[in-house]
């Protein structure tokens, strides 16, 4: 299947997210009144930068970081140690309060579209609620979203629940989309989907970052997914990025022992025909 994903952008602004040094410690909780709880590294020394207009792929099997990533690159969590950047701006350590110019470039859109939209909202409550968050006039705001994920205007009075999978979904990106952001954070946005409908969710995320050009972050454990969508690459394993680079070329030379083994998983049809 090739990649929708184009050629690097070339208008040369530079880093638009940039991690240097990120270490995330967790203690698990105690085990007895005698020992103290386990010390788990979840990231160790990570450093990346995503450039603007990117398609920037995060991946790697569960327990490998990716989330915690995620998370304290969209100041869900804090780093124990390192720093992060965004547009220029530090946001490391930033209180709630001093966060607004993040939540309004910075927006996610989760694995599981039913746990993630209040399934006692309508879809237009649902879809308009960032913008109401914010402060900005909602107007005709819905309808052209939900236009723009290939939902019909009639959608805008339903319920999460009467919707499909695949729909749920649409409504999330549409609602990650309200407030106009610059970064669209994707975080295994198809790996809950029937399969039949993971092309159509992916090639209306690409189709959508190229349409309002932004910048976009996409984890998955799927290699095969990372490549449709992105033309960068991090690959990361038990805490650390093993290797990043083009997608092409690390699917086409993988350096790391890691990435080939990600590399060998990935089905195939040979032998089943």
């Known amino acids: 299947m090739p990649s929708p994903a184009g050629t690097p952008p070339t208008d040369g602004g530079g880093a638009l997210i940039?991690?240097?040094g990120l270490t995330r410690v967790y203690r698990r909780p105690r085990a007895s009144l005698t020992r103290p709880g386990e010390v788990v590294h979840a990231l160790r020394d990570v450093s990346l930068?995503?450039?603007?207009?990117?398609r920037f792929g995060v991946v790697g099997e569960s327990g490998s970081g990716k989330s915690t990533l995620l998370r304290l690159l969209c100041a869900l969590d804090r780093p124990t140690s390192g720093s992060i950047r965004f547009d220029g701006r530090e946001i490391t350590g930033l209180p709630e309060r001093r966060l607004r110019f993040l939540r309004e470039n910075l927006q996610i859109v989760?694995?599981?579209?039913?746990s993630s939209l209040d399934p006692r909202m309508r879809v237009r409550d649902l879809v308009a609620e960032p913008l109401v968050a914010l402060g900005e006039p909602v107007g005709g705001r819905v309808s052209d979203l939900l236009d723009a994920v290939g939902l019909p205007a009639g959608a805008a009075d339903r319920y999460p629940h009467q919707f499909s999978g695949g729909q749920r979904q649409r409504?999330?990106?549409?609602r990650a989309l309200a407030p106009r952001p610059k970064v669209l954070v994707a975080d295994e946005p198809v790996s809950a989907l029937d399969v039949s409908v993971r092309g159509q969710i992916l090639n209306l995320l690409a189709d959508l970052v190229d349409e309002l050009g932004l910048t976009l972050v996409f984890v998955s454990h799927d290699l095969s997914v990372v490549r449709y969508v992105c033309e960068s690459v991090a690959v990361m394993h038990d805490g650390e990025i093993v290797?990043?680079?083009?997608?092409d070329e690390v699917w086409a030379e993988p350096r790391h022992p890691y990435t080939r083994a990600l590399l060998e998983a990935v089905?195939?049809?040979?032998g089943l025909l």
Do not use: S
Not at 171 to 174: E, H, L, N, V, W
């Open 49 to 54: 930068d995503v450039r603007r207009g990117e």
């Open 267 to 270: 089905p195939t049809l040979e």
């Open 110 to 114: 989760f694995q599981d579209p039913m």
């Open 18 to 20: 940039e991690a240097r």
């Open 171 to 174: 409504i999330a990106i549409a």
């Open 243 to 247: 290797e990043t680079g083009p997608v």
